[in-house]
């Protein structure tokens, strides 16, 4: 049985996308045969939303080491750790998550001296857990397989808060980890493109592309809706589960195609709108403004049995991309999730990219994410077709949903893995030889 250290800074009981993502890898890599140590974070050192239950899925064989950090500091004084991480970030950190670098490191090295492992994989989201497997792959020299689950000073959420002093350090420290680490995997060939191609044709090569993956084992215990409860007769319901990202990706057009259409006819009755995650009340006072109350519910963030539950009794779900006048390299996590519900989703994302690719692929609808116009006439479309009765999946809808799931994604990024794990003990055989 192979040996693997995986190294991520989000993992259970964190919620988050990112480590929901690690916990499904993690259970399909052990059900692949892997014997897994994870290095995370102390949930207490950190200021990330946690969620105890998610626990309970991480697998019984799987060893977990949890390292402080001290990010939380200064937690009961909000104006000034705002203003110590805002002057570590003109400086040039990073990240905030960096608090975690060196409690990590010496946690990887007591770990390395007492057990061999055959692979490193680090994973980011965030990115200092990249940065600890590099310092890890300068000191013990072991095979090591890095993954990027968005770009990172690519990604238009990194250049519009960026200093410039984060943009120098994090773009000579994303070339270190390219060329040091023995593959780089990315989660979309569009990713990749656009990650790799300022770097040269050798370092280009190592790219390699695993999608997210849905574990069917999520829908475990989740109620299913009843018959009664889907007849025409009732509000189309639409459901966004999920951040938000203030300035960037927000659901602002989505409610002034709502506010157009219920121009033209009154939606009371006929749609209801929820949307569930973080920073949601923010959006309060255009709801009150475009007089949408009576069909926009605005909810807080929710464990992950209950967005699960969220979606499944939606009608159609929603994926909301930030606008982007070129090609969108996004493919966002609850969309994978999404799949395994089978429920319509109706994408709100740039007409060129991963979102819209997927979507198209499946026979989804897709809109420009900041086209009112084309946001409204998609609503009206779906409104026309839930008057006749149930919406109904496209023929194509499963088989390119079955793409998706965990065990073929963690089967692909297995591969990877002992690959990198082969290739270190051939050269360490061939250097014994000479």
């Known amino acids: 049985m192979r040996q693997l250290l995986l190294v991520s800074y989000a993992f259970p009981p964190q919620r988050n996308p990112e480590s929901l993502l690690v916990l499904a890898t993690v259970r399909g890599l052990a059900r692949s045969g892997w014997a897994i140590t994870v290095l995370t974070i102390d949930p207490a050192q950190t200021t990330e939303a946690i969620d105890q239950d998610l626990l309970e899925e991480v697998p019984p064989s799987v060893s977990v080491v949890r390292a402080g950090g001290f990010e939380h500091w200064l937690s009961d004084f909000p104006p000034l750790r705002r203003s110590f991480w ?19 490191l010496r946690a990887a090295r007591r770990i390395l001296r007492k057990q061999r492992f055959d692979v490193v994989h680090s994973w980011a989201n965030y990115q200092v857990s990249n940065l600890v497997a590099l310092g890890l792959r300068r000191e013990f020299h072991l095979p090591w397989v890095v993954h990027f689950s968005d770009p990172w000073t690519d990604s238009p959420y990194f250049r519009a808060r ?9 773009a000579r420290f994303e070339r270190r980890i390219v060329e040091e680490s023995d593959a780089v995997v990315f989660v979309t060939p569009e990713t990749a493109r656009l990650v790799m191609r300022k770097y040269s044709n050798t370092l280009a090569a190592k790219a390699r592309i695993v999608p997210h993956g849905y574990d069917p084992d999520m829908l475990a215990g989740i109620p299913t809706v009843p018959e009664s409860d889907l007849s025409a007769a009732r509000p189309l319901l639409l ?10 990706r927000e659901p602002v057009s989505l409610l002034k195609a709502l506010a157009m259409v219920d121009r033209e006819r009154p939606l009371a009755g006929r749609l209801q709108l929820r949307l569930v995650g973080p920073y949601t009340e923010r959006y309060r006072p255009i709801v009150q403004e475009l007089g949408l109350v009576p069909i926009v519910d605005l909810c807080p963030p929710v464990s992950r049995r209950e967005s699960l539950i969220e979606a499944v009794r939606a009608d159609v779900l929603l994926v909301i991309d930030a606008p982007s006048s070129g090609e969108s390299v996004f493919l966002p996590s609850k969309l994978v999730d999404y799949l395994i519900i089978r429920k319509p989703i109706l994408g709100l994302t740039a007409a060129r990219g991963a979102t819209a690719r997927v979507l198209s692929e499946a026979g989804l609808p897709v809109a420009v ?20 009765g149930p919406l109904a999946l496209p023929a194509n809808f499963d088989g390119v949903a079955s793409r998706y799931n965990i065990s073929l994604t963690t089967g692909e990024l297995s591969s990877i893995l002992e690959s990198a794990a082969d290739a270190a003990l051939e050269s360490r055989a061939e250097a014994s030889v000479q």
Do not use: K, M
Request: glycine share 6%; hydrophobic share 45%; net charge negative.
């Open 86 to 104: 805002y002057g570590l970030r003109l400086l040039g950190l990073p990240e905030r998550s960096c608090a975690w670098y060196f409690p990590a």
């Open 162 to 170: 960026a200093t410039t002093l984060q943009r120098l350090s994090c």
């Open 369 to 388: 994410a900041d086209d009112v116009a084309s946001i409204a006439d998609a609503i009206n479309q779906l409104l026309l077709e839930h008057d006749r």
């Open 239 to 248: 459901v966004h589960v999920g951040a938000f990202y203030p300035g960037l």
